[in-house]
Structures are given as C-alpha cells and as structure tokens.
C-alpha cells in the first residue's frame, strides 16, 4: 500500500491507496500554474483526483498535493468527454491513458 493524503470535493481529507488507483490522465493543472497533473481513478471511492507536482526549486525540490476534481473540471482542463469518464467508470483497467502534456 502506497498511502496519498488528498483534498475532496466537500473539503475534507482523505487518503487513497495509490497502488489501488488507475491512471486516467497526464497533463498540466489548471487549478495551479505551472504545475505538471496525473489524474487517476479510485474505483473504491468512483471519484478522480488530481496529483500535482510544482516544478522543481533551483535545489531539484518539488511541493505536491493532491486534490479530488470534478467531471466538468476534467471536461474543461484535459477534454475528456462524459462518454471517456464513463468508460473509465465501467472498466478502469481497460483505460488507455491519454497523454495531454
């Protein structure tokens, strides 16, 4: 089990297992600037939460956190459809990950 902390919707945090997660997609957040995104999928919880990195400090370190996000916020930053959610729904292990970077 690899335990990630995160924000969700309601704003109360919660953790996931991120070896129980499935990887959606990869791109760049539009909640912070700059910063790289993965969204995956939590099959236990149906819901999709963003990991962000910041881009590396001038020392090589990076802030990241996590944060659970809408189907309108995936629609608006990354263009998948309704019908591409749903399908993640459905079955999440045969997702191909779209690459939006």
């Not at 957040?29 to 700059?34: A, D, E, F």
């Amino acid at each position: 089990m690899i335990p990630c902390n995160f924000t969700a919707l309601d704003g109360s945090a919660q953790e996931l297992d991120l070896d129980s997660v499935f990887d959606v997609v990869l791109g760049y957040s539009t909640q912070r600037s700059g910063w790289t995104a993965t969204v995956v999928f939590d099959p236990t919880r149906g819901s999709f939460i963003e990991l962000r990195s910041a881009p590396p400090d001038y020392r090589g370190n990076s802030s990241e956190e996590a944060e659970e996000v809408s189907d309108q916020y995936l629609n608006d930053a990354f263009q998948l459809s309704v019908a591409q959610l749903d399908a993640v729904r459905h079955a999440p292990a045969k997702w191909i990950l779209v690459n939006r970077r």
